[in-house]
């Protein structure tokens, strides 16, 4: 696994069921291991998109409104057949990990379902959120593992929360922290 680059993920979304609800944005910064030790990267891409919604009626207001979801914003978004044919190259061998996995791998395994695009990434994935548990469970500083409380807690500075570039660029942070703890 040392091989294969690190692509950190995250998705916004219209909702919460990949199954009715769309991906609208992917974030992704893909890093290189430089080392065995797991804890010293470089940057080599880092990668944003926003998608045209198709079925903007069955989206969650609610999920519209963290994502920051607006027609302007969005009037120049990629097709999802577009955005999934560019995100497999970006990720093309590299190690999905993400903040809630099964949430944006979800998302993420619809999407390139239902756009035909091939998955091109390596079969491994890591989970941020198992990993700061199983290193921070004993810290009764922490009361919750959401990326909001772990950036509080590293004292990383997430200002575009819930925009999926920000929010993967947080989550190459906490692992960072965590991998060094």
């Known amino acids: 696994m040392r091989k294969h680059n690190l692509a950190f ?22 890093v290189k291991q430089k080392d065995a030790t797991g804890t010293n990267f470089e940057i080599v891409k880092e990668w944003e998109l926003k998608i045209k919604p198709e ?25 999802l ?21 099964a949430f944006d791998y979800s ?13 091109k990434m390596f079969f491994s994935k890591l989970d941020t959120i198992s990993i700061a548990y199983a290193k921070l469970h004993k ?15 590293f004292g990383i500075i997430n200002q575009r929360a819930h925009t999926a570039l920000a929010d993967a660029r947080a989550t190459l942070e906490v692992y960072e922290k965590l991998m060094n703890l």
């Open 107 to 119: 998302f993420i395994h619809e999407a390139f379902k239902k756009s035909g695009v091939e998955n």
């Open 139 to 153: 810290d009764l500083s922490v009361e919750r593992f959401s990326l909001q409380k772990l950036t509080e807690h």
């Open 55 to 79: 079925k903007l009626e069955d989206a969650d207001p609610g999920a519209l409104r963290v994502n920051g979801y607006n027609d302007a914003d969005w009037l120049f978004a990629h097709s």
């Open 9 to 30: 993920i995250d998705v916004e979304t219209t909702g919460f069921d990949p199954q009715k609800h769309e991906v609208i944005e992917i974030g992704c910064v893909v």
């Open 81 to 101: 057949q577009e955005a999934m044919t560019q995100f497999a190259e970006v990720t093309k061998d590299a190690i999905f990990v993400a903040h809630n996995l």
